[in-house]
Structure formats: structure tokens, C-alpha cells
């Protein structure tokens, strides 16, 4: 009787839980409204965590600053009861790639269970002048967290080609280089068609395929003209309605690839709710990138579209803010707390290339239905 009583408990405080919480760390705080991390059910977002402590200091070396970012991301989770072998997925942002080898030395001594997957790009700037930024992605069984190899091919990196877990697989980011030789093809075109025919055997080895894709993120250098793209996403995913797509140009990408790869991809091939540029499957809302020169419009009419999926709250869990320049960052900051509902979501927020490049503001986000 006793036992039945104390399951009975634990069941009914697991329905009681509250759907979205969130993550406080004795870490450094907030320099925007966000929250550093969010529960959604049983996904933990972080935000994206920069080099400098709780005191506001930066590390003297590269070494002293990749492990202090990785420290502020190892806070965070286990503020929320979890390990950093929890994590299924992170996103690496640096300001410069030279030191690349440093962070792959070591990333092993985080995570000693199954490597996460992984996208790495190279940025021009970072909030609070960090030369480096980490999100992550965890989960709360890492029970049932699957690493995917791809068969005869071995990774250079510490990374997981993609992660399964539940209903869904995360995949690392995919470079058009061959990572058996370390060559890159001369021709762009043919280093666009080996970045997909790699996402095509990742997702093969998970026993998945480019219909599954629902979320896909594109980083191309100045090298990479914009029509190869597009001819390519055209060609080799089946029907990019049932994708949602951001196309991001960044200064370098890692053994200087021209273009990557990484996303999310779904086991179910359920049909999946869409409006504009923004996907439903499974519970998950995946909006790609949203692009104006005008905060308040693109906050207002991203929230309302998100509405079509949630109700009254838009239920943002992520957001991934591109700044154009970084001197918008406190003015993007007002309008963002006062049209982004709580509770706040997890943000992350570089300036991708250099001034006048791209549109004053682009946001992508993953929210909740």
C-alpha cells in the first residue's frame, strides 16, 4: 500500500509540474530578457553562454576562456538536476576559428557519455565582447539519448554526426569536405552537393531521410554565391514547404568549408501544420529566419503568426537573434521584452558578418504547441 501511495505521489507531482520553468545558475546573469534556461517538458534549452564569469571578468587565454564558457553552459544544467551528458545538441559560435583545435581538445573532458551533436561557425560579434558562445539543447532521460555513426566515415571532431532521442534527431553540422581525406573541392557547386549528400547518409544511418528534415540552418561564407544554394536546396530537398529554412552568411566555417549544414529532423512523417515560414510537428514549432529592418514589426508579426499554432501565448522556448550590427543590442533588448511574453524564452544572439550585410534584424525560434 505504501508503495502505491508513493507512486501515486510522484505521478501526481509530475502532472502538476509546471510545463515551462525557468533555469536560474549561480553563472553569470542576463545581459537581455532571457531566461539562461528553459524548461519545456522534458527539453532543456540554454541560452547562449559567453566566456566571462560570474564577476564579469574574461580569462586571460583562449584555453582559460573556452572552458569558462563551457562552465557557464555546465551551471545551467545542472541547475535544472542534469548533467552536461544530458545534452543533445550545442551550437559553437567564435569570433575567431584559429582556435577551433583548443575547443575540440577539450570538449571530450564535458562529455564523457555520448558526444552531442554539434554546429560550429565563426561569427564577427559577440554580446559583451565574449570571444566565444555555447546553447545547448538537453533532455531530461539521457537513458534514451542514441548517438548516430555514419558508417565508414570517421569524424575529425568530438561530435555525434546526429543524436536521436524520442521522436526526433538532432544533426551536427555538415561541412562540404570530405572528412576521410580533408579535401574540399575546388568547385563550389560540388562542395554544396557533398555537404548534402552527407546529410543524406547521417539521416540514412538514423533511419531517416530528407522528408523527415523540419528544421534546416545553412551557413555559407562570401565565397559561396546565393544561387548555388538555392539551386541546391531546391534539388536535394524534396519539398522545402515542409521545411523551415534560415540561410545565415558568416565569415569562416570550420577546415575553411565554404558551406554547412545542421538541423532537426522528425521520425514521424505525420502531416505537418505550416504558416509561412514556420512548421508544427509533433508538439514542436519550428520558425525559420524572420528578416526586417524593424524590431517591432518583425516581434509583433512573428508572435501573432505563432499564435496560429498556440493560442493566446506564443510559447517561445528558443529564440536565435542575428543582429547586423551590435550597437542595436539595446534597442533590440527594449522592444524584445516588451513584446515577448513570459515565460522568457532562451536567446541566443550574435552579429554574424560584418556591418551592412544582411537586414538590421533576423530571428529564428523553436516554441511549443
Known sequence: M???????????????????S??????????????????AGNRLYVSGQGSRNAAGDLPATPEAQIRQTLDNVKAIVEAAGLTMDHIVFSH?????????????????EYFRSTPPARATVEVA??????????????????SRIQGVELPGSKSPVPLSPAVLIEDRAYVSGILGRDSNSGTIPAALDAQVAMAFDRLRRVLAAAKLDTRHMISLNV????????????????????????????????????FGANIGLHGVATRHLRPRQRQQNCLASDGTVYCGQF???DYRTNLIGLTGLLQKFTGPKPNIVASYVFLDDLKEFAAMNKLYAELIPEPLPTRTTVQPAATGTSAKFRISVVAEQ
Open 125 to 142: 560579434a559577440m554580446p559583451g565582447a565574449t570571444p566565444f558562445e555555447i546553447n545547448a539543447i538537453a533532455v531530461r532521460d539521457k
Open 92 to 108: 559553437i559560435y567564435y569570433q575567431d576559428l584559429a582556435h577551433y583545435a583548443t575547443l575540440n581538445r577539450i570538449w571530450p
Open 219 to 254: 551557413y555559407t561564407t562570401a565565397a559561396m554565391p546565393e544561387e548555388i544554394v538555392s539551386q541546391a536546396l531546391a534539388r536535394h530537398i524534396a519539398d522545402r514547404n515542409n521545411v523551415a529554412i534560415a540561410v545565415t552568411r558568416v565569415p569562416a566555417l570550420p
Open 291 to 293: 528578416t526586417s529592418d
Open 22 to 39: 525557468r533555469v536560474f545558475s549561480s553563472g553569470p546573469k542576463p545581459i537581455g530578457p532571457y531566461s539562461p534556461g528553459l524548461w
Open 2 to 20: 505504501k508503495l502505491i501511495l508513493v507512486l501515486s505521489l510522484s505521478l501526481l507531482a509530475v502532472a502538476q509540474a509546471p510545463r515551462f
